[in-house]
């Protein structure tokens, strides 16, 4: 479809009078605060916030049903690390449908699961790990939840400010970005979770650790934490936190519950950043760049961590019907080899490393800093809000990037390992436009 490292081609306003009629479409189907939150950005900012349309992406490309194509900083909120529509991954995915689409779960496992789950236990940290798989992020926190009061009795949880874990009940109790989320449903979020202030990067790994064995760990069977908080403006904790972190939660008899599904899987330039970074959990959960675009997450843990679950009396006391699904599997396999065969845990070190000296080197109006792992990037802007309107900005240059932060401070990058040099420069160049835009 594109060259591998084209730049964006824009031709009409955006969106343009194709993709204004299917927005009208959606304003008419989709749920209204999704519709409302995009009146309230053009409010702060005084710019269109409408959305684009996709029709298509391959690489690191995103075409538009106005016929624009952009390159996509995003890799579809983090989904698409080996690159969109990679030919391997389709190819795995029609090979498998060609064969069976759906199986009976866990009462009659497909072949491709079994493989799905040996392959996963294969990367895990631990000499013996078992894994439960289920379909979105949120999904694979709720099992690890689960999963950590089954292990020890206790129902509290130590979260931390900042945090973002999902937005199904279980995960959205121990989601601390943004109190707005939990306010309508506090009623009925499980009550027992403690949130720890996030240290700052350059902060005392000591005093940042005082400050979480400080809270009530009476009934704490479970800590979860973010390797970097990705929603909360990628924010990176200090040197040797996570590794005290670990051995806090041996001391208290907690277990300690990495969410990875950002971070992991190659993101960070390695399989799991938070043993990169010197933590040793007890369960991992991973997603989005598992499933090379398709919905797949799981829940991988150490062996004697898992064994809590033991033997059901009767049925199976957490599943789903799509747990495991074998297009899902098919397609996580493909991404796993393509990982593996390409070695894009350092195709993502040299990206990540060649973007971020990119950004520094331009000495950008607006920009007080670039923190980066890999491919997952976060450019700290000057001014509250000021992410929504750069973001706007770049879109109608050309390329896809998100805000993030609580105060909307920050620009979230997550491109594919696609990304080539011309469009690093081409970014950098647009960024910097942007960045004097009233």
């Known amino acids: 479809m594109f060259a591998d490292d084209s730049l964006p081609e824009i031709r009409t306003p955006i969106p ?6 299917w927005i009208e479409r959606l304003a008419a189907t989709e749920c209204p605060a999704l519709t409302m939150r995009r009146k309230r950005r053009e409010e702060r900012t005084g710019a269109s916030h409408d959305p684009i349309v996709w029709v298509e992406a391959e690489g690191s490309h995103v075409l538009d049903a106005d016929g624009n194509r952009y390159v996509d900083l995003t890799s579809g909120f983090g989904v698409a690390f080996v690159g969109h529509r990679r030919p391997e991954v389709v190819e795995a995915i029609k090979d498998q ?6 199986a009976l779960g866990d009462l009659h496992p497909s072949t491709v699961k079994i493989e799905l789950l040996e392959r996963l236990c294969s990367l895990a940290p631990w000499p013996k790990a078992r894994a439960m798989l289920s379909l979105g992020g949120a999904d694979a926190v709720t099992s690890a939840l689960k999963t950590a009061v089954l292990a020890t009795t206790k129902p509290g949880v130590i979260a931390f400010e900042g945090s973002y ?3 199904t009940y279980g995960p959205l ?13 506090v009623a009925q979020l499980q009550a027992n979770v403690s949130f720890a202030p996030w240290p700052a990067e350059q902060d005392d790994p000591a005093a940042a650790i005082a400050a979480v064995e400080a809270l009530d760990w009476r009934s704490v069977g479970a800590v979860i934490v973010e390797p970097i908080q990705g929603r909360g403006g990628v924010r990176f904790p200090p040197p040797g936190f996570l590794s005290a972190l670990s051995t806090l939660c041996r001391s208290r008899g907690s277990v300690l519950i990495v969410d990875e599904i950002f971070t992991g899987m190659g993101r960070c330039g390695a399989w799991w950043r938070s043993v990169e970074d010197g933590a040793a959990p007890d369960l991992i959960c991973t997603g989005k760049a598992l499933g090379g675009g398709l919905p797949i997450s799981a829940c ?3 062996e004697d961590v898992m064994q809590a679950w033991g033997d059901p009396d009767r049925e199976a006391i957490h599943t789903g019907t799509f747990y495991g699904d074998p297009l899902g599997a098919a397609a996580a396999l493909a991404t796993i080899d393509l990982i593996e065969r390409e070695d894009l845990l350092g195709r993502a070190t040299e990206r990540g490393e060649r ?3 990119a950004l520094q080197a331009a000495q950008l109006r607006g920009v007080r800093e670039v923190r980066h792992a890999g491919l997952m990037l976060g450019v700290q802007l000057e001014g509250e809000a000021r992410a929504l309107s750069i973001t706007r900005a770049l879109l109608e240059r050309g390329y896809l990037v998100l805000p993030a932060g609580s105060g909307a401070d920050v620009l979230q990058l997550a491109p594919p390992v696609t990304l080539g040099d011309s469009q690093v420069e081409g970014f950098v160049a647009a960024l910097g436009e942007a960045s004097v835009d009233p």
């Open 16 to 21: 343009s009078s194709v993709g204004r009629a």
């Open 97 to 102: 449908a060609d064969r069976l689409l759906h």
């Open 165 to 167: 874990h999902g937005l």
């Open 173 to 185: 109790a121990v989601s601390g970005y943004a109190e707005r989320f939990r306010a309508p449903f």
């Open 300 to 302: 991988i843990g150490r």
């Open 355 to 357: 973007l971020a000296r």
